[in-house]
């Protein structure tokens, strides 16, 4: 098993695992899954998602003819976004930091539950808040029927 390096890329990937990858390619990194699900739309769309639980890391697979990595979420709490420790900001910094790479929030939803979550529909990104800590970051990419990544 090689080391991952735990940079959030948006519309790229996470470290060296890349939005296309197969999971053969993951596995490389990650070894195996500790979970998995599949889930199944009318249209025969599929989803499968990999939970790497002790690593904080959970990978969502999709396509119909080919299935690649489509989105990363992380809670890990070494993971960098532009050269910063994510999870050592608070939600203004990461505001910031955002705003300073050309990305634009979309949307800022708080849940019945008090969960937050502010949205940069330009990155394909969430960021999830529990009583003001970044407890997950999810990112990812648009994937068509054959497995390929489309633009935005």
Same mark, same amino acid.
């Given at each position: 098993?090689?080391?991952? @390096?735990? @940079?959030?890329?948006?519309?790229?990937?996470?470290?060296?695992?890349?939005?296309?990858?197969?999971?053969?390619?993951?596995?490389?990194?990650?070894? /195996?899954?500790?979970?998995? /699900?599949?889930?199944?739309?009318?249209?025969?769309?599929? $989803?499968?998602?990999?939970?790497?639980?002790?690593?904080?890391?959970?990978?969502?697979?999709?396509?119909?003819?080919?299935? +690649?990595?489509? #989105? #990363?979420? $992380?809670?890990?709490?070494?993971? $960098?976004?532009?050269?910063?420790?994510?999870?050592?900001?608070?939600?203004?910094?990461?505001?910031?930091?955002? @705003?300073?790479?050309?990305? *634009?929030?979309?949307?800022?939803?708080? *849940?019945?539950?008090?969960?937050?979550?502010?949205?940069?529909?330009?990155?394909?990104?969430?960021?999830?808040?529990?009583?003001?800590?970044? @407890?997950? +970051?999810?990112?990812?990419?648009?994937?068509?029927?054959?497995? *390929?990544? *489309?633009?935005?």
């Amino acid at each position: 098993m090689k080391k991952l @390096t735990l @940079t959030i890329e948006p519309k790229i990937g996470f470290g060296e695992i890349k939005f296309g990858d197969l999971s053969q390619h993951i596995a490389d990194y990650l070894g /195996e899954a500790e979970e998995i /699900e599949n889930f199944e739309d009318d249209d025969d769309f599929s $989803t499968v998602v990999l939970y790497y639980w002790e690593k904080g890391i959970t990978l969502f697979f999709e396509g119909k003819e080919k299935s +690649v990595l489509s #989105c #990363c979420e $992380t809670e890990d709490p070494d993971s $960098t976004l532009f050269g910063e420790k994510i999870f050592e900001m608070n939600e203004a910094e990461i505001v910031k930091l955002m @705003t300073d790479n050309g990305y *634009e929030m979309a949307e800022a939803v708080v *849940e019945e539950d008090g969960e937050k979550r502010l949205s940069y529909d330009d990155a394909l990104i969430d960021f999830f808040f529990q009583d003001g800590d970044l @407890t997950v +970051v999810n990112w990812g990419v648009l994937v068509n029927d054959k497995g *390929e990544i *489309e633009e935005m």
